[in-house]
């Protein structure tokens, strides 16, 4: 049986782990600052999937998201399951965890991106209810 939990800092090597099967290498040390940082933020939340074996299967990050064109809404950072466990509905008790914190929050609607190479992914996202917004381009640029 699978739980859905908030994320812990304990939860950092799972987490850095499968961040890297999403295409986003990252430290186990790096990613427990951003869960701390995101746990002390009360405008976002972290849950983890965990097995019977206690084995981390997969995350979510959600944010609050302010703008001032469009009604608040709560964004997904990022959702990963364990590509050896995918297809068992861990990344829809995942969604769901998100969704209901979203209405906690005052939210009615959950927006999320995803890269126009996730086949896959867009295909779930289609049948948990999810609709294409648009398409766009993502711009990046480091200040130093």
Not at 35 to 52: H, I, K, M, Y
């Amino acid at each position: 049986m699978m739980r859905i939990l908030p994320a812990s800092i304990n939860d950092s090597p799972s987490l850095a782990s499968l961040s890297a099967q999403l295409g986003y290498p990252i430290s186990p040390a790096e990613i427990g600052m951003a869960v701390e940082r995101a746990l002390a933020d009360p405008g976002q939340t972290v849950f983890v999937a965990r097995t019977e074996a206690d084995v981390v299967a997969g995350w979510v990050h959600a944010f609050m998201r302010p703008m001032l064109m469009v009604e608040r809404h709560i964004e997904v950072g990022a959702l990963v399951v364990d590509e050896n466990q995918r297809g068992q509905g861990i990344g829809r008790m995942l969604m769901a965890a998100v969704e209901a914190w979203a209405k906690e929050q005052g939210c009615t609607t959950v927006f999320l991106r995803s890269g126009e190479q996730r086949v896959d992914a867009h295909r779930f996202y289609d049948s948990i209810g999810y609709q294409r917004l648009k398409v766009s381009q993502t711009f990046i640029k480091k200040l130093e």
